[in-house]
């Protein structure tokens, strides 16, 4: 075997392409997640944070989850009671940012900008480049 055969990987074996890495996400409960926004989307707020309570009780180190969840709210234009849901439970250290941007967003619409700040303090002492 040449030298470009071996460079083009001619007579030599199939490698096995590796497995794909699995998603972040696969772990979320999406049917609850789904149930939750058919909730929001009818303006039944309670049976929606019902569900976010459970899932977040279920799972809660998920940045993930906390993330779909509130991002779910704010699409929705629940964002007091996003704030109420994910707020007292959201650990930037433990959940990561997205979720805390969220919860910056919700208290500046909100017109709260001491709310706000106190997430951009939060998450500025992560101390990650892509926050600066």
Same mark, same amino acid.
């Given at each position: 075997? !040449?030298?470009?055969?071996? /460079?083009?990987?001619?007579?030599?074996?199939?490698?096995?392409?590796?497995?794909?890495?699995?998603?972040?996400?696969?772990?979320?409960?999406?049917?609850?997640?789904?149930?939750?926004?058919?909730? /929001?989307?009818?303006?039944?707020?309670?049976?929606?944070?019902?569900?976010?309570?459970?899932?977040?009780? %279920?799972?809660?180190?998920?940045?993930?989850?906390? #993330?779909?969840?509130?991002?779910?709210? !704010?699409?929705?234009?629940?964002?007091?009671?996003?704030?109420? @849901? @994910?707020? *007292?439970?959201?650990?930037?250290? @433990?959940?990561? %940012?997205?979720?805390?941007?969220?919860? @910056?967003?919700?208290?500046?619409? /909100?017109?709260?900008?001491?709310? #706000?700040?106190?997430?951009?303090?939060?998450?500025? #002492?992560?101390?990650? *480049?892509?926050?600066?």
């Amino acid at each position: 075997m !040449g030298f470009f055969d071996k /460079l083009l990987g001619k007579g030599q074996p199939k490698k096995e392409a590796p497995a794909p890495e699995p998603k972040k996400d696969d772990d979320l409960p999406r049917a609850e997640l789904a149930q939750a926004e058919k909730h /929001l989307a009818a303006n039944e707020r309670a049976e929606a944070i019902a569900i976010y309570d459970s899932l977040i009780a %279920a799972q809660p180190e998920s940045g993930e989850l906390f #993330a779909a969840i509130s991002g779910d709210m !704010g699409r929705h234009r629940c964002l007091e009671e996003m704030i109420a @849901v @994910v707020g *007292p439970k959201y650990d930037a250290a @433990v959940h990561g %940012a997205e979720a805390g941007l969220n919860l @910056v967003q919700a208290h500046l619409h /909100l017109g709260q900008a001491e709310g #706000a700040q106190m997430w951009i303090d939060i998450l500025t #002492a992560l101390d990650r *480049p892509d926050l600066a």
